[in-house]
């Protein structure tokens, strides 16, 4: 959802020419499904009055995921059905967190993406029409695949060069220095940081920051792909 203060769009309209976005719009997705994500960013996001959107990976809920084998605790359904309550969006994060940006097995995600939706609409309420990937653009035979499955826009980490548009809008990923660790942070991507540093998203970043007790230094915010 991209926002002007408390002004709220709808991105796949902008990208379709129906409407145009205001000046210093942005809009915030949050990967991964992390219990961190309840716990740092939603209150955050609350108190700043700001809409995300939480992509998940359903098969990781009420469990835990590993990165670089790491442990890392993931959300409770309830944890996801009160972010959905608080009105923020809730997406599909498809193929399990993978990638697709080299040359990608299309028949194993067409395969997967059924079984995610299934386990969403058995455990949320409401159609979920956003997806997206770790990185990586769908090709036309794959964006068809998931029009048919009732999404309407895919984000994806990078490659954020391209012109956006609803079958790729690339996002810039802010880190965090010091990697995963047991409080693992989820990863913050904003479309466009340009524009976040001129908006008062800075204040929502500056309590996020607080709230992981580390200090950004110059340089480990950057944009990738």
């Not at 923020?88 to 940006?101: E, P, Q, T, V, W």
């Amino acid at each position: 959802y991209p926002l002007r203060r408390q002004r709220q769009m709808c991105i796949r309209d902008s990208l379709t020419g129906h409407t145009r976005l205001p000046p210093r719009s942005i809009a915030i997705t949050i990967d991964g499904g992390y219990r961190d994500a309840y716990t740092n960013a939603l209150p955050v996001l609350k108190n700043h009055n700001f809409h995300a959107t939480f992509f998940i990976v359903p098969e990781h809920i009420d469990g835990e995921t590993r990165i670089k084998d790491v442990p890392i605790p993931c959300l409770s359904w309830n944890e996801v059905h009160e972010i959905a309550k608080c009105k923020m969006g809730i997406g599909l994060l498809a193929y399990k967190g993978r990638g697709i940006k080299r040359q990608y097995d299309e028949q194993s995600i067409k395969e997967s993406i059924p079984v995610s939706l299934k386990i969403l609409k058995e455990n949320i309420d409401g159609d979920v029409k956003l997806c997206s990937f770790k990185e990586g653009i769908p090709k036309k035979p794959l964006w068809d695949f998931l029009k048919i499955q009732g999404f309407q826009a895919v984000f994806t980490q990078c490659p954020t060069n391209r012109r956006p548009s609803t079958s790729g809008i690339g996002r810039i990923q802010i880190e965090f220095p010091g990697g995963f660790t047991g409080r693992v942070f989820p990863e913050i991507l904003v479309v466009s940081w340009r524009r976040c540093c001129r908006s008062r998203c800075s204040a929502v970043f500056h309590s996020l920051r607080r709230r992981r007790s580390v200090f950004l230094p110059p340089g480990s915010i950057r944009q990738t792909g």
